[in-house]
C-alpha cells in the first residue's frame, strides 16, 4: 500500500505563507508526477501544481507567481510553498503522486487526506 500525508495547513492572514509539505511512503518502487489540487466549498476539485520526476512544473494561472512546488526525490516529499495567500485560496489542498509500487505494475494515482488551509483576517 501507498500513504500520502499532508501536513502545514491552518489559518493564515491575506498576504502571508504557509508551506505544505507531503510525504509518501509504502511499497514505492518508483514516482511519476506528483502534484497539488484543492478544493474549496461548493467548488470542484481543481490543478494547483504539478511536477515531474525529470523536474517541469505546472501552475494553474490564479496561483502562478505566489505558489512554487519542489520536490525532495529522496524522501519522496514534495512541497507547495504558497506566498501572498488570498482568501480565495482557502480550501482543503490535496497531495496527489502516481506511483509504481513495483516494476511489473502500472502507474497508478494515490490522494492524501487533505490539509485545510484558511486564509482569512
Known amino acids: 500500500q501507498v500513504h500520502l500525508v499532508e501536513s502545514g495547513g491552518g489559518l493564515v492572514q491575506p498576504g502571508g505563507s504557509l508551506r505544505l509539505p507531503c510525504a509518501a511512503s509504502?511499497?514505492?518502487?518508483?514516482?511519476?508526477?506528483m502534484g497539488w489540487y484543492r478544493q474549496a466549498p461548493g467548488k470542484q476539485r481543481e490543478l494547483v501544481a504539478t511536477?515531474?520526476?525529470?523536474?517541469?512544473?505546472n501552475y494553474a494561472d490564479s496561483v502562478k507567481g505566489r505558489f512554487t512546488i519542489s520536490r525532495d526525490y529522496a524522501k519522496n516529499t514534495v512541497f507547495l510553498q504558497m506566498n501572498s495567500l488570498k482568501p480565495e485560496d482557502t480550501a482543503v489542498y490535496y497531495c496527489?503522486?502516481?506511483?509504481?509500487?513495483?516494476?511489473?505494475?502500472?502507474?497508478?494515482?494515490?490522494w492524501g487526506q487533505g490539509t485545510q488551509v484558511t486564509v482569512s483576517s
Open positions: 496527489n503522486a502516481d506511483v509504481k509500487r513495483l516494476p511489473m505494475l502500472p502507474l497508478r494515482g494515490y
Open positions: 511536477i515531474t520526476s525529470g523536474g517541469s512544473t
Open positions: 509504502g511499497t514505492i518502487f518508483s514516482i511519476n508526477a
